[in-house]
């Protein structure tokens, strides 16, 4: 299962790519096997707050739904509004068109108890078996 | 059997419930009968009561004895239908679930808004369920119902509401319309939602297109209680803005049955579909491109959402609102605008020849529908005794619901089924009893 | 096959009506008037066709086996239909004065009667028009109850990970916290982690009993004291009341307020979903909270009673789905004391003979009798080896004429199948689907694909729920 190197990752299997003060926040490849085909994704609003360990949207599959936890907190600055007509993208590009928000941080701190690419490949390997 | 699980008597599949919870009597019921005596039994408790085929009757507030089509009590007759269950296995399924389909087609296209859900438990269920999808879609904690919505709608919305803190308030009425003035003080800010009833409980058509806009302006969700078979003529609530149109669909091929079963209707713009309670069926393909339906949507469900879910019902009124369906398609626009006119001309002619009689007056001004109030210089309650004495059943005596309107209002309502003939008759009774 | 907009053709008209005198409602403002009702325009015979090859895509009950677990698929008898169709039932308005239904009254006062009996409550409303909305009742009651006795830091309501979905939606839809209450090695509620969740929080534990597993909660007598104790009141869902009539009482065992489903247990017919009925029966110090009205006797003469002060008020319109209150009385005049006991000894006796049948085959949790439903699992061998689900197992029962049982659910049990035969169902059709079953999963091994492409043989093959949820299509347009 593809986990790139450049990201961290949190033990609920969100992804961040961080930018400066910003971070993109997706959903694993892992994940997104685990659900099946993800059928709606609802997002946060621009301009809405969202914390650390905290439910910040929803993703649902035919018969599923898992909250979405921030991996930082910070102020949402962008959402991926294409993924309200294409929900699939988060099947086929987890970690590139299938990105759900982004956040301005307010703590970047919080990016130092985050998993490294490592060390979430190992955890997705463990539960996997 | 028995030998199959090496026991020797059918008890000791129960000997896992403890002694002390056990019942060791017989039950104190009556034993079983033969079907032929059964059948006896119940049709003398049927003989017992007088029926709308025995007596003629001008009572509707929300129930109406209208004429239902042979083919429609043939098609529920089908048990492919009938012992069925909730399509949980879409492939074999498909008949349950394209009629669903196509009653969510016929209602969101009756209510003039873009999607409708596959039916709920009454008109009153359905009311209280979009009250709580304004207040999950606005976030808000308070509700305007207007008194002129049918009280059973009103008093279920209460119930609904004692689950969350929400404050529900009465729009009151100006004699036989809401009180737009009073609106304008009500709504604010704080308000998740504006219910009304078109035609009113009372029968008169009220300026809803104005009283949506009121509730828009403040960013209150509108919802619009619309009697369907009114609707093949009135402006349909998706017309003039509403977010959420309900109603009661008894009137639409389905027997008066005492009270039930019956069947909710429920549309909504597009935003909302996803707060929407209840089953939603859509169309797609199976793995060979052939067409077919399934459930969708059902993340908004309890199976799925449990504790998060929008509403905790789980199956919708199948049957019934297959029943309307099949009434829906042999009516067509032409037969459900010649029923509602037919309807309509009867209950102009009862008020007219009601208005004639010395000390009867129109509850008000307002235009109305083929449902109408007036005020008797007698208690209506009273009055409808001595017409039962006659054989026929009167109106509604309001003044229980509506002590404002005093003892001697009265709710008529004259459907497709009423003759010329026996309008006459009825209120040549009236004028006599008067 | 075409839908009814796709078969309309301009003119058509299903119904003869008589004519009208005017073109148009008189006195009404033309912009309060629709433009145009774009409905599909059909003959009586186009209309009757349509719908009767529709019927023929449905399983149903009198079509094949029906072992849908927890959904309690009996055979609805013909009789009740007829008298439900009975002009004497059928067109009475609800609003009708008293002394015109009082058949109607009488048959409610009865059956009210009767639930109270066999469920061992003192008072019972017929109001709610399903199980869910029983259970809304239910917990609202309870709510009514704590608040009036001005114990109002009860915001607790715990349930049991078996459990309905409906229970958790109901109670937080009342305005209660859910808690959740593992069950234990044996598949009933640990008595440990209830006794740790129990507290002056707790307004009510919702159980069902026999549970989902289909396994009777022998601690029942325990968990009741423990839930009072703790200043709680215990709901009983009635969903799997079939198992133990005649044989034991919710209200015997310490339930304060049950709900009984007449289209499970009383064999109203389940109608494609609905219309169902969800009566509640309570205890003497909940009576108060019941909704309103129910009916009294005077002497021979009924009557409506409307709710008291403290009643919750009303849940539904008028009294709740008549039309199935009568078909369930149908249903129990017709078995009466000893019938209705048979009917627990027949469903359980079908049920653990079916158990028998099956355990070699696929995999049992919970070595136990079972009562009325009894839950396995798909070896896992099989799945490991041959990729097959217990959903590809279910459509392939399809393939045979048989309705899937119930999968994945309880959520506690892996690869989850429920399987509830009922006591209509003869010996020879619970030995067909164990043939059937068998042969299935001998297919899983030698031809995995077949099952897993299944079904083959239905009006449609599997279809694309993504796709329904992602663009939702729902309804026709032009």
């Not at chain 3, 299903?14 to 629709?34: C, D, F, M, N, Y």
């Not at chain 3, 199980?131 to 809304?136: R, V």
């Not at chain 3, 099952?451 to 694309?464: E, I, N, Y």
Request: proline share 7%; glycine share 10%.
């Amino acid at each position: 299962m593809d986990v790139p190197e450049d990201l961290r990752y949190t033990a609920d299997h969100e992804w961040i790519r961080v930018d400066g003060g910003r971070g993109r926040i997706g959903l694993s490849a892992f994940a997104q096997d685990q659900l099946g085909d993800i059928v709606f994704v609802e997002l946060p609003k621009v301009g809405a707050a969202v914390t650390a360990g905290s439910a910040f949207g929803v993703v649902e599959s035919v018969k599923s739904m898992s909250d979405l936890y921030a991996p930082v907190s910070g102020t949402v600055v962008a959402i991926n509004q294409s993924l309200a007509d294409h929900p699939e993208q988060v099947n086929q590009d987890p970690y590139g068109r299938g990105w759900m928000i982004e956040v301005e941080m307010s703590q970047p701190k919080e990016l130092d108890a985050l998993m490294s690419s490592e060390a979430y490949a190992q955890s997705i390997q463990s539960a996997g078996h | 059997m028995l030998a199959a699980l090496d026991i020797s008597a059918i008890d000791d599949l129960f000997s896992d419930l403890p002694a002390e919870v056990r019942l060791n009597r017989a039950l104190d019921l009556p034993l079983g009968m033969p079907e032929m005596e059964l059948d006896r039994h119940v049709r003398a408790l049927a003989e017992q009561n007088r029926n709308l085929t025995q007596l003629v009757s001008f009572l509707g507030a929300g129930v109406y004895d209208r004429f239902i089509p042979a083919a429609v009590g043939e098609i529920l007759r089908r048990a492919e239908f009938y012992t069925s269950y909730t399509p949980y296995q879409p492939e074999v399924s498909q008949g349950t679930l394209q009629a669903i389909w196509e009653f969510q087609s016929l209602v969101a296209t009756l209510y003039g808004l873009d999607v409708a859900q596959a039916s709920l438990y009454d008109g009153a269920t359905a009311a209280a369920e979009a009250v709580m999808v304004a207040v999950a879609e606005t976030g808000r904690t308070s509700v305007v119902v207007a008194r002129s919505v049918d009280p059973q709608v009103r008093g279920v919305i209460r119930t609904y509401a004692r689950g969350r803190p929400l404050a529900i308030q009465e729009l009151p009425l100006a004699r036989d319309l809401s009180d737009l003035n009073a609106l304008g003080r009500l709504l604010s800010q704080e308000t998740a939602a504006l219910v009304i009833q078109q035609p009113s409980f009372l029968g008169a058509i009220e300026p809803v297109a104005e009283m949506v806009e009121m509730a828009h302006r403040q960013g209150a969700l509108a919802v619009v209680v619309a009697d369907p078979i009114a609707h093949a003529w009135l402006e349909p609530p998706g017309a003039y803005g509403a977010d959420l149109a309900v109603g009661e669909g008894q009137g639409l091929g389905v027997p008066p049955s005492f009270g039930g079963p019956y069947v909710g209707l429920m549309a909504a713009r597009e935003g909302l579909v996803r707060r929407l309670p209840g089953r939603i069926v859509g169309a797609t393909v199976d793995v060979d491109g052939k067409s077919g339906f399934v459930l969708t949507l059902q993340t908004r469900e309890q199976h799925i959402r449990r504790q998060r879910a929008t509403s905790n019902i789980c199956t919708n009124q199948g049957l019934i609102a297959l029943a309307a369906t099949v009434y829906m398609s042999l009516l067509g626009p032409e037969g459900l605008r010649r029923v509602a006119l037919l309807s309509h001309e009867g209950a102009q002619d009862l008020k007219a020849r009601l208005l004639a009689l010395p000390g009867v007056s129109a509850l008000g001004p307002a235009p109305t529908f083929y449902e109408f109030a007036v005020n008797l210089p007698r208690p209506a309650a009273l009055v409808n005794q001595e017409l039962l004495a006659k054989g026929f059943i009167g109106g509604r005596a309001l003044g229980d619901d509506y002590p404002e309107l005093g003892p001697g209002s009265w709710l008529l309502a004259v459907t497709e089924k009423r003759s010329a003939a026996e309008i006459a008759a009825f209120a040549d009774a009236v004028g006599a009893v008067l | 096959m075409t839908n009814i907009f796709e078969e309309s053709r301009p003119g058509r008209l299903g119904v003869q009506l008589p004519p009208t005198r005017t073109e148009a409602p008189a006195g009404i403002p033309k912009e309060a008037l629709r433009a145009e009702l774009p409905w599909p325009e059909l003959s009586e015979p186009q209309v009757v066709r349509h719908f009767v090859r529709l019927s023929r895509m449905n399983h149903a009950i009198d079509v094949g086996f029906y072992p849908l677990g927890s959904c309690t698929m009996k055979y609805n008898p013909k009789i009740n239909e007829e008298m439900a169709r009975l002009a004497g039932f059928a067109w009475l308005h609800p609003l009708q004065p008293e002394e015109t239904v009082q058949g109607a009254l009488q048959l409610m006062w009865e059956l009210e009667q009767d639930l109270a009996e066999l469920t061992g409550m003192d008072q019972v409303s017929l109001q709610p028009a399903a199980g869910a909305q029983g259970e809304q009742t239910g917990i609202l009651m309870i709510k009514a109850y704590h608040q009036s006795r001005g114990d109002l830091e009860r915001t607790e309501v715990l349930i049991p990970d078996a459990a309905h979905g409906t229970n958790p939606a109901t109670a937080s839809l009342a305005g209660f916290e859910v808690v959740e209450v593992k069950s234990d090695q044996r598949g009933g509620v640990d008595l440990t982690e209830l006794r740790a969740k129990l507290g002056p929080k707790t307004a009510a534990v919702m159980l069902t009993n026999p549970s989902t597993l289909g396994i009777f909660e022998d601690n029942i007598v325990e968990i009741a004291r423990l839930t009072h104790e703790a200043g709680g009141l215990l709901y009983y869902d009635g969903a799997n009341l079939n198992a133990i009539l005649g044989k034991c009482r919710p209200g015997d065992t310490g339930f304060d307020v049950v709900h009984v489903n007449l289209h499970k247990t009383f064999s109203t017919p389940h109608g494609g979903g609905g219309p169902g009925s969800g009566p509640v029966g309570v205890k003497a110090h909940l009576a108060p909270f019941l909704p309103g009205p129910t009916v009294g006797r005077d002497g021979d003469r009924f009557h409506l009673v409307p709710g008291g002060p403290q009643s919750i008020g009303q849940v539904r319109s008028f009294y709740g789905n008549f039309g199935m209150h009568l078909r369930a009385y149908t249903y129990i005049r017709s078995l009466g004391r000893d019938g209705l006991t048979e009917v627990a000894e027949d469903a359980v006796l079908n049920a653990n003979y079916l158990l028998h049948l099956v355990k070699d085959l696929m995999s049992v949790p919970y070595e136990r009798l079972a009562k009325h439903e009894f839950v396995v699992g798909l070896p896992r061998a099989i799945k490991d080896r041959t990729g097959v689900r217990t959903l590809d197992v279910a459509k392939r029962l399809l393939d045979f004429g048989i309705h899937s049982p119930t999968v994945y659910f309880p959520l506690i049990v892996e690869e989850a199948m429920m399987i509830e035969p009922t006591e209509t169902e003869s010996k020879e059709t619970l030995d067909a689907f164990a043939a059937v079953l068998a042969q299935v999963l001998e297919e899983a091994v030698t031809d995995p694909e077949l099952v897993k492409t299944a079904p083959h043989t239905t009006p449609v093959r599997r279809l694309d729920e993504a796709r329904a949820a992602r663009q939702p299509i729902l309804r026709y347009r032009p």
